[in-house]
């Protein structure tokens, strides 16, 4: 079982930046791979970003593609996410996400590990 713990949320201004992090305990971090998630209110919970264990393969989603950047330090158990650009549609409830069936990284139901979550709100 991995335990993950999400920080970096906040608020900030349309066209501003944020760095979400997410550190990992449990398994070996580099085992597996880790994705980002998003959940607005009323909304079903949203693929953002997925990367493979060693770092080298990214996937992004088209709504966030050249704006946010996933990436990994597996000597520090964290996995990031630099979010650029960001617009009032991005105001969510952001999650980590551990282990997935790689086949399957951009559905959420194949993680097999959560993160609380950090809010993100960007204002207008």
């Known amino acids: 079982q991995v335990q993950l713990v999400e920080s970096g949320g906040g608020l900030v201004q349309a066209g501003g930046s944020l760095r979400l992090s997410c550190a990992a305990s449990?398994?070996?971090?580099?085992?597996?791979?880790m994705g980002w998630f998003r959940q607005a209110p009323g909304k079903e919970r949203e693929f953002l970003a997925a990367?493979?264990?060693?770092?080298?393969?990214?996937y992004y989603a088209d709504s966030v593609k050249g704006r946010f950047t996933i990436s990994r330090d597996n000597a520090k158990n964290t996995v990031y996410l630099q979010m650029n650009s960001l617009k009032p549609e991005d105001t969510a409830a952001y999650y980590c996400?551990?282990?997935?069936?790689?086949?399957?990284?951009?559905?959420?139901?194949?993680?097999?590990?959560w993160g609380q979550g950090t809010q993100v709100t960007v204002s207008s």
């Open positions: 990367i493979n264990w060693s770092g080298g393969s990214t």
């Open positions: 449990g398994r070996p971090f580099s085992r597996y791979a």
């Open positions: 996400a551990a282990d997935p069936d790689y086949s399957a990284f951009f559905s959420s139901s194949t993680y097999r590990s």
